[in-house]
């Protein structure tokens, strides 16, 4: 199983972007999926979920409202669209996938190696 990130770079504050995770070797679509970050020199932290229907979604309090997870069965790929980016969201990001949304949040089976998000003031 692979979970492959794309999508980081650097961006101005107030700015967009938005994060892919493509999977090979899962079908997405009997998985939970999420997103995490890990700040420099800070632990990591959860971003987002969703069910594997994409009819449920979690997000960390401090994001909601900027942050959206969806995801696209078909294609096997999950997203994260990032609004209104703050230089405190500089991170890396990384997907994680498993059996259901309880599990991605506490315990993710599959972790991608991450994508680096830059946010300049």
């Known amino acids: 199983v692979q979970l492959q990130a794309s999508g980081g770079g650097l961006v101005q504050a107030g700015g967009s972007l938005r994060l892919s995770c493509a999977a090979s070797?899962?079908?997405?679509?009997?998985?939970?999926m999420a997103w995490f970050r890990q700040a420099p020199g800070k632990e990591r932290e959860f971003v987002a979920a969703?069910?594997?229907?994409?009819?449920?979604?979690y997000y960390a309090d401090s994001l909601r409202g900027r942050f959206t997870i969806s995801r696209d069965n078909a294609r096997n790929t999950a997203y994260l669209l990032m609004n209104n980016l703050k230089p405190e969201d500089t991170a890396v990001y990384s997907c994680?996938?498993?059996?259901?949304?309880?599990?991605?949040?506490?315990?993710?089976?599959?972790w991608g190696q991450g994508t680096l998000v830059t946010v300049s003031s």
């Open positions: 994680a996938a498993a059996p259901s949304l309880v599990t991605v949040i506490t315990t993710p089976a599959y």
């Open positions: 070797g899962l079908t997405l679509s009997s998985a939970g």
């Open positions: 969703i069910s594997w229907s994409g009819g449920s979604t």
